[in-house]
């Protein structure tokens, strides 16, 4: 698939740290139940290998496991918060679950991805679905 002109230089990733989290995540996206992020504010900045730190308004393409774009999403609100202060609300709108299953998934994806500790600083993002990219999945 050739991406729109107009998403050309927009940020480009999958979810997750696997081709088939990144599927199980984007699933969770398109249908609704995810619409929300979050990732270790340490992965944020300017630096060679560090992600651009996201901001209300920036749209993104969501790539699928095999990376392939699959859709747009918009960020909506960007906050900074300690994982240890993230409520049930943010933690259920992941959508993986409730707050505790989001706490025991999260504590295994930082631990392999870096470290994990409860006062560690997350940069939390709720978004919104823009566009969908039809695949071909054969």
Known sequence: MTLPEKYKNAPAY???????????LLALILS????ATCGALRDYGEGEGLEPMPY???????????????CVIENVSVTIRRFDEVDEDFAV???????AD??????????????HSPDMELVCERFKLVEVFPRDDA
Request: charge should be neutral; charged fraction near 30%; aromatic fraction near 10%.
């Open 14 to 24: 999958p979810f997750g740290d696997s081709p088939e989290l990144a599927d199980q």
């Open 32 to 35: 609704g139940k995810k619409t």
């Open 102 to 115: 989001w706490r025991r998934f999260h504590e295994g994806f930082f631990g392999r991805n870096g470290g």
């Open 56 to 70: 209300p308004g920036r749209q993104d393409v969501v790539l699928d496991g095999r990376g392939r774009p699959a």
């Open 93 to 99: 709108a992941e959508g993986e679950g409730s707050a």
